[in-house]
């Protein structure tokens, strides 16, 4: 029979506490390097309110800290494409899947730190399931004919980059903000307007890739 006088290990509590620590750490880290990517791994700890060697004991390195930033980003883009996905109306789980990545202003870490650290291979693979998820929400959206003909995979990704630009110092105008412009492109984005062609060859796949080439 169990010792009612023995007592429990604190390990979850430890645990608890830990996944909280890294919580306050990876949302300093977020805002300290969309503020600035050059920025020292110590004015994270400093914004974060732990101590330097706390910090180095989750993340060997700020490379490594950017990373983990970048792949919860892409694995939250794949996420919200999967529940995007799940809606049985091609346009609506595309407008709700955009919605959903604005809010959660995925891009703008992928503009500001793209480039500044070499991915790995689990990231590689995590961007080809987001794109193919990306281009079977697109393709279902044409298929229902809400989505204008001449739109490719490669216009969302510019759309997401153009939401995340908008930003204002109050964080809940910033959403509202986004929120508005996304509209207005998913209004232009509708077969709804007056039939005219875009400008210009469309976005063609990898043109953006040069981006996370490592810059040293």
Same mark, same amino acid.
């Not at 793209?114 to 995590?126: I, S, V």
């Not at 001449?150 to 964080?171: H, M, T």
């Given at each position: 029979?169990?010792?009612?006088? +023995?007592?429990?290990?604190? =390990?979850?509590?430890?645990?608890?506490?830990?996944?909280? %620590?890294?919580?306050?750490?990876?949302?300093?880290?977020?805002?300290?390097?969309?503020?600035?990517?050059?920025?020292?791994?110590?004015?994270?700890?400093?914004?974060?309110?732990?101590?330097?060697?706390?910090?180095?004991? /989750?993340?060997?390195?700020?490379?490594?800290?950017?990373?983990?930033?970048?792949?919860?980003?892409?694995? /939250?883009?794949?996420?919200?494409?999967?529940?995007?996905?799940?809606?049985?109306?091609?346009?609506?789980?595309? +407008?709700?899947?955009?919605?959903?990545?604005?809010?959660?202003?995925?891009?703008? =870490?992928?503009?500001?730190?793209?480039? *500044?650290?070499?991915? *790995?291979?689990?990231?590689?693979?995590?961007?080809?399931?987001? %794109?193919?998820? *990306?281009?079977?929400?697109?393709?279902?959206?044409?298929?229902?004919? $809400?989505?204008?003909?001449?739109?490719?995979?490669?216009?969302?990704?510019?759309?997401?980059?153009?939401?995340?630009?908008? $930003?204002?110092?109050?964080?809940?105008? *910033? $959403?509202?903000? $986004?929120?508005?412009?996304? +509209?207005?492109?998913?209004?232009? =984005?509708?077969?709804?307007?007056?039939?005219?062609?875009?400008?210009?060859?469309?976005?063609?796949?990898?043109?953006?890739?040069?981006?996370?080439?490592?810059?040293?």
């Amino acid at each position: 029979m169990p010792n009612p006088t +023995a007592k429990t290990p604190p =390990l979850a509590g430890r645990r608890a506490q830990a996944a909280r %620590n890294d919580e306050v750490i990876l949302d300093a880290a977020r805002a300290v390097f969309l503020d600035d990517p050059k920025a020292p791994i110590a004015a994270v700890a400093d914004r974060a309110g732990v101590g330097i060697s706390a910090l180095y004991r /989750r993340y060997a390195s700020k490379e490594d800290l950017l990373r983990t930033l970048c792949r919860d980003g892409l694995r /939250r883009y794949v996420a919200e494409a999967e529940a995007g996905l799940a809606d049985p109306d091609g346009w609506r789980g595309l +407008a709700g899947f955009l919605e959903r990545v604005v809010d959660a202003d995925v891009h703008s =870490l992928t503009v500001h730190l793209a480039g *500044t650290f070499t991915p *790995t291979e689990e990231m590689g693979r995590d961007a080809v399931r987001a %794109n193919e998820l *990306t281009t079977s929400l697109v393709k279902r959206a044409h298929d229902g004919g $809400r989505l204008r003909p001449d739109i490719v995979v490669q216009d969302v990704g510019l759309l997401l980059e153009a939401c995340a630009a908008v $930003r204002v110092p109050d964080p809940e105008r *910033t $959403r509202q903000l $986004r929120r508005r412009q996304l +509209a207005v492109m998913l209004a232009g =984005l509708s077969t709804g307007g007056d039939g005219s062609s875009l400008p210009g060859p469309p976005p063609a796949p990898g043109e953006f890739d040069w981006r996370w080439r490592r810059r040293e």
